[in-house]
């Protein structure tokens, strides 16, 4: 018998909801990523082929998070898996 971890990838599939799958998931795994401090100043927006867009509260936070975007990559990646998010794009909101 199949458990629910086979059977769910495939109905996600058929559905047609892989992107939507994949961008909740790289949500998460970037709001843990850029931990608690930062968590309420950021948004991500977007997953567009391989690059995560996201939103910040102020050019600071973007610069911080450009900064230790290597770190903040690999984090989203072990959560999203195949294809791997390539880059990341800050966008400050007004």
Same mark, same amino acid.
């Given at each position: ?7 769910? *990838?495939?109905?996600? @599939? ?23 401090? %930062?968590?309420? /100043?950021? @948004?991500?927006?977007? %997953? ?9 509260? /102020? *050019? ?11 770190? %903040? ?10 294809? *791997?998010? @390539?880059?990341? @794009? ?5």
């Amino acid at each position: 018998m199949e458990g629910i971890g086979e059977i769910l *990838p495939r109905v996600v @599939r058929k559905l047609g909801f892989q992107r939507q799958v994949r961008l909740a998931r790289a949500q998460a795994a970037f709001q843990d990523a850029c931990g608690e401090y %930062l968590r309420p /100043h950021v @948004r991500v927006t977007s %997953l567009e082929g391989g690059t995560l867009v996201v939103a910040c509260a /102020h *050019p600071a936070i973007a610069h911080q998070l450009q900064m230790e975007s290597v770190a %903040l990559l690999a984090a989203v990646n072990s959560k999203v898996g195949s294809p *791997p998010v @390539r880059r990341l @794009r800050f966008q400050v909101e007004s």
